[in-house]
């Protein structure tokens, strides 16, 4: 093993057992990693990308995983070489923590719900460096201050609940480096959050690398991010490896056709193409060059946005406010609240993708809930074809619920895992009395399923037999089961990758020029929300900060958090290397 290097990975292969199948999840993948530098790995879900993580910390045998071949060796602190493969249980617990710290991908279910952000942090910091808990205590609080988190004494007595998506996330940065680990591998560590609070993150991590001198394994399934962050990447498809090379090199001139589509499947931030490319286009047989989609012109946008915008409205908001109440009396009733939604107004016209962008906390989700009551607002009129929401009887508006439905932003929650994809999408149909038998909804259900690019004989399945894209297709099927008019997407794709994702957006404009579908189309990604809307609105802290035509606000942002916004988004095209 190379002195330069902290990390090698040699022929590392995994599989995973499920009844009388095998998986091959890992196959002969090899790689190393320099003290001090950062590594990208890169690649959709079910590339093995986080396996080849937790294959690393010999975590897999918690979720049914075996390295079948391979070897990973490691440099210590103190120069020494040793092989991971052949190290006790005892000695890797040593190991996690102290020589490599680990930042998982989605903080809510790495932080234990019942136990305080500082006693998590504290009990992994005393267990390693063997301090006393005064001195485990005041080392807590001095990370959570490196770490930037604001208030690090309430921090420390905070639960996991009540800290944002950002907090929970440097929390856990905290952890994985209170022992000063040599090689700190973050799988996913930015993924759903905001573009603002992203980039802090990154900036944090890169500061914190340059002062511990630490390396670094990152995984994201976001080249954008990656071509900013890692000195060289390596690309995985279906368990290999099939490209690596430095950040530059890899993203100027990509060798393999998957690399290629990775990179061209978002929306471009210079054009506003009708649809945008998926990946399986890039890996077709015979394939050599794929044609960029055809962009709609500014002429073809303003004629048909005059026949749009002379249409009366489907939906007004009219100086909506809701409030959750964060204190009670000593009798039980509020007596302090926020304003979660404060003094909005807007109107959506039929047939248009609205899009509401802003941070975590800006109030987007409860707008949206507030417009289809699934939370109940304080004031204010909500509209739907002249009929104001707010005053309808419960049996009125269920079957108003027909007409107005949202796709929710995660896919695991919002389906019933004892229900198979058949019976979640049947549901509905159900509770709105449309069609005659089971028999016709049945017929029905297949029908949606084949609509959203599922195959019928995929009814009987259950949600976890379903990739994260297959379960928003099931989602988007269940909500279109109800012929609805007004579709609320509620950060429907923002945890999906960027290919996935990109089928996804496809299949909504599809859907959109079939059936005439208005959608309100809600996330943080302003990128994905451009290449969507008519028109934006921009929140935060509950109202309006910046409305108008989507190129416009894009192109020419007149509010300083706009701006901020939009500065913050990562793109390929200014910071590769």
Known sequence: MDQKKILEVKDLTVVFHHENEITTAVNGVSFAVERGETVGIVGESGSGKSVTALSILRLLHYSGGEIVKGSIFF?????????????????????????????????????????????????????????????????????????GLPRPEAIFHAYPHQLSGGQKQRVMIAMAMSCNPSLLIADEPTTALDVTVQKTILELMKKLQAKHGMSILFITHDLALVSGFA?????????????????????????????????????????????LVTISEFL????????????????????????????????????????????Y????????????????????YPGETLGIVGESGSGKTTLGRSILRLIK???????YNGREIGELSQKKLKSLRGDLQIIFQ?????????????????????????????????????ELLEMVGLDHTQFSRYPHEFSGGQRQRVCIARTLAVNPKLII??????ALDVSVQAQILNLLNHLKREFGFTYVFISHDLSVVRFMSDRLIVMRNGQ??????????????????????LGAIPLLETVSK
Not at 377 to 383: L, P, S, T
Request: hydrophobic share 35%; aromatic share 8%.
């Open 544 to 565: 309006i900060e910046e409305m108008g035509e989507a190129d416009k606000i894009y192109s020419c942002p007149e509010k300083e958090y706009t701006k901020l916004l």
């Open 410 to 446: 995660d896919p695991y929650s919002s389906l019933n895992p004892r229900l198979t994809a058949g019976a979640a999408i049947m549901e509905p149909m159900l509770v709105q009395s449309q069609y005659k038998n089971r028999e016709q909804r049945k017929r029905r259900a297949a």
């Open 489 to 494: 997407c509620d950060e429907s794709v923002s």
């Open 75 to 147: 440099r210590d602190k103190e120069e020494v070489e040793k092989s991971l493969m052949s190290l006790s249980e005892k000695q890797m617990q040593q190991f996690r923590g102290k020589e490599a710290g680990m930042i998982f991908q989605e903080p809510m279910t790495s932080l234990n719900p019942v136990l305080t952000c500082g006693f998590q942090v504290m009990e992994a910091m005393r267990w390693h460096l063997k301090i006393g808990r005064k001195d485990a205590r005041q080392k807590v609080l001095d990370w959570f201050d490196e770490v």
């Open 329 to 348: 009396s000593f009798f039980g009733k509020a007596d302090a609240f926020v304003k979660a939604v404060n003094c909005v107004s807007f109107d959506v």
């Open 231 to 275: 000195d060289r990447v390596l690309v995985m498809y279906k368990g290999e490896v099939v490209e690596e090379g430095e950040t530059g090199k890899i993203f100027s001139m990509p060798s393999h056709p998957y690399t290629a589509g990775l990179l061209k499947c978002r929306p471009p931030a210079n054009k506003r193409l009708k649809r």
């Open 377 to 383: 607002a304080r004031e204010g009129k909500i509209i």
């Open 284 to 327: 077709e047989p015979g394939t050599r060059s794929v044609q960029e989609p055809e962009a709609e012109t500014p002429e073809e946008r303003r004629k048909r946005h005059g026949i749009l915008y002379s249409q009366p409205p489907i939906l007004q908001v009219k100086d909506l406010e809701t409030a959750f109440p964060t204190h």
